[in-house]
């Protein structure tokens, strides 16, 4: 019946999500309670609008399930609930909770992704969110979505293919992958990725292997070249790259980093904050008024940079 109800806004500029409700999402006052049903029914150009709140996937133990956000959506969060305009929103005392909290009070069952992006422009938009409790540890090939990426798996891999979102005002909080805990940028196989990330803070994320927080991905003619901007990173660990892992193995890989903190990140091999793994390709990070405190690794505390050949890193992609 709600998903009725929603079809018949199809044309609207703008969804209300608002947690406990059950309208049919044309206003705050008529607000749906389902992101998910939100999700489904906007289409390129539209906005959805989600009050303070905590808000999951699938009520189902189903971990395959992420919101996913279409191509040209702006998802827009942390909303008391009245507001007209992006302006009145204080995001600090209304934030909504994307969790990929689904299963039991033990991690290793909850979702893989909490979000799911494919071929997103730049008008693609994720603002205002908590992304927590994603847990990709399956046991899948390198780059795998559901061992990648466990707060947001951006897909722009394969020849002739882009992911390019714009995310910003979010927290990566206590997420969990075999590669990039928080955010996987997969720009594999002649893909494409150049997300704008922008004052977010990520913290106490986790990768069994490489970028507790984040793993761009440029192997194989791809290119990776996010732009992060005024983020925070602390208390996040990885074997290799305690906050982000940059790959370029046959490919390129370069990380545009302004204006931000790394604080306590820890790396048990290499790269305590960064870890650059080159492979017969392209891969740094081009750092611009970055502080880096206590960040800890046996090599490199702070950046490290391996120009191993491809079949010495493949070893430690595939660990």
């Not at 199809?10 to 409700?21: E, M, P």
């Not at 046959?250 to 650059?276: P, R």
Request: charged share 20%; hydrophobic share 30%; glycine share 14%.
């Amino acid at each position: 019946m709600l998903f009725g109800a929603l079809n018949l806004s199809l044309q609207a500029a703008r969804i209300y999500v608002k947690a406990g409700t059950a309208g049919d999402g044309t206003s705050w006052e008529t607000a749906t309670g389902s992101l998910q049903e939100a999700l489904a029914t906007a289409t390129k150009g539209d906005e959805v609008w989600v009050s303070k709140g905590v808000y999951f996937p699938t009520k189902e133990n189903n971990r395959k399930i992420s919101f996913i956000i279409k191509d040209g959506v702006a998802l827009y969060g942390s909303f008391a609930g009245s507001e007209t305009n992006i302006g009145e929103r204080i995001i600090e005392t209304n934030y909504s909770t994307l969790s990929g909290e689904i299963g039991t009070s033990e991690k290793t069952d909850n979702t893989f992704n909490v979000l799911y992006l494919a071929h997103a422009t730049e008008t693609t938009i994720i603002d205002g969110f908590i992304i927590t409790g994603g847990y990709a540890g399956g046991d899948e090939t390198s780059g795998s979505r559901f061992a990648s990426g466990a707060g947001l798996y951006n897909d722009g891999r394969n020849g002739g293919n882009e992911s390019s979102p714009i995310i910003k005002n979010c927290k990566f909080i206590e997420n969990t992958a075999r590669d990039g805990g928080a955010i996987y940028n997969n720009a594999g196989n002649g893909g494409k990725c150049e997300p704008k990330i922008s004052n977010c803070i990520f913290q106490h994320n986790n990768a069994f292997l490489g970028g507790g927080a984040i793993f761009n991905d440029g192997q194989n003619a791809g290119k990776c070249l996010p732009v992060i901007t005024k983020n925070t990173f602390k208390k996040n660990t990885a074997g290799f790259g305690g906050a982000i892992f940059n790959y370029g193995r046959d490919g390129e890989c370069i990380s545009q980093i302004e204006n931000t903190t790394f604080t306590n990140n820890k790396a048990m091999i290499q790269g305590g904050g960064i870890f650059n793994l080159r492979g017969e390709g392209i891969s740094k990070s081009a750092l611009i008024n970055c502080e880096f405190t206590n960040n800890k690794a046996p090599k490199g505390s702070t950046v490290a940079n391996s120009q191993m050949p491809t079949s010495k890193a493949d070893k430690i992609t595939k660990l």
